[in-house]
């Protein structure tokens, strides 16, 4: 099954780290993305531009709406993502738990509904 490890962040927590920290971070995500591309898990990852650069588009009435930012009013953004192929929830949660943003904010696990309908 496909489980989509969602990355989040906020200016606050990444402001507050080092450079070293910053390097770690960024080679702690290189070493776990080519551990499950060599297990055969990774199925595709990316870091996401600054959330100042998003829109929010949104249709009412036939009316297509367009806002900047992301569409929460939170700190925290949606910073990255993994989507990984996995036995089960379990195995997603222990590679979500080794990415160094567990320890500064968090990293959503939800896993990814099959194209032939609703079955969650």
């Known amino acids: 099954m496909k489980?989509?490890?969602?990355?989040?962040?906020?200016?606050?927590?990444?402001?507050?780290?080092?450079?070293?920290?910053?390097?770690?971070?960024?080679?702690?995500?290189?070493?776990?993305?080519?551990e499950l591309s060599e297990q055969g898990h990774l199925v595709s990852a990316a870091g996401l531009a600054d959330p100042i650069t998003s829109r929010t588009v949104s249709v009412r009435d036939d009316t297509t709406r367009t806002t900047d930012g992301p569409y929460a009013e939170a700190k925290e953004h949606l910073a990255g993502f993994y989507l990984v192929e996995c036995d089960d929830i379990d195995q997603a949660i222990g590679y979500a738990a080794r990415m160094p943003d567990a320890k500064y904010v968090a990293v959503e696990v939800r896993p990814v509904m099959d194209t032939s309908g609703l079955e969650m």
Not at 4 to 33: F, K
């Open 3 to 34: 489980y989509v490890l969602l990355i989040y962040s906020n200016p606050d927590s990444w402001a507050s780290l080092s450079a070293e920290q910053r390097e770690g971070l960024a080679r702690a995500h290189e070493d776990l993305s080519r």
